[in-house]
């Protein structure tokens, strides 16, 4: 038994660098990234016959992804179906949240009175509800 563990630990540590790649294959990612999701939705309606569908699809592409791959494959394929191609315009990215006036001005008393409050407007269950299951 002694000898049994320091092989095993041996055989474990010398197959651990052979787990971890160091470049995943982009063969074998599990995540698509939004331009091509949404190449993809294109195509599904293509093949359904929603040109409509389609197209509207391919112009947001094109707007909100612009820097996509994607993107000059659907600017060539609005092109083929005889669709001006949109301007680029990618939607400014939210960093921050701005606390309401109201909230930053409340004190804590006053904000206690508020959730009491609110947890008196909601409705308890009843004392035979039985607990819901996952």
Do not use: W
């Not at 160091?22 to 359904?48: H, I, M, T, V, W």
């Not at 960093?95 to 409340?106: G, H, L, Y």
Request: hydrophobic share 35%; net charge negative.
């Amino acid at each position: 038994m002694k000898i049994l563990a320091p092989v095993l630990l041996l055989s474990a540590l010398s197959t651990a660098p052979f787990q971890c790649a160091s470049d995943p294959d982009p063969n074998q990612r599990r995540e698509e990234s939004p331009g091509e999701a949404l190449y993809g939705l294109s195509q599904q309606f293509e093949k359904s016959g929603d040109k409509q569908a389609r197209i509207a699809t391919l112009e947001f592409l094109v707007r909100r992804y612009p820097s996509s791959h994607f993107a000059e494959t659907a600017k060539s394929d609005l092109r083929e179906l005889g669709v001006t191609v949109p301007e680029e315009t990618p939607e400014p990215v939210k960093t921050s949240t701005r606390i309401p006036d109201d909230a930053a001005s409340a004190t804590p008393a006053s904000a206690a009175s508020q959730a009491a409050s609110a947890s008196a407007a909601v409705p308890s269950a009843p004392a035979s509800a039985a607990p819901l299951e996952p």
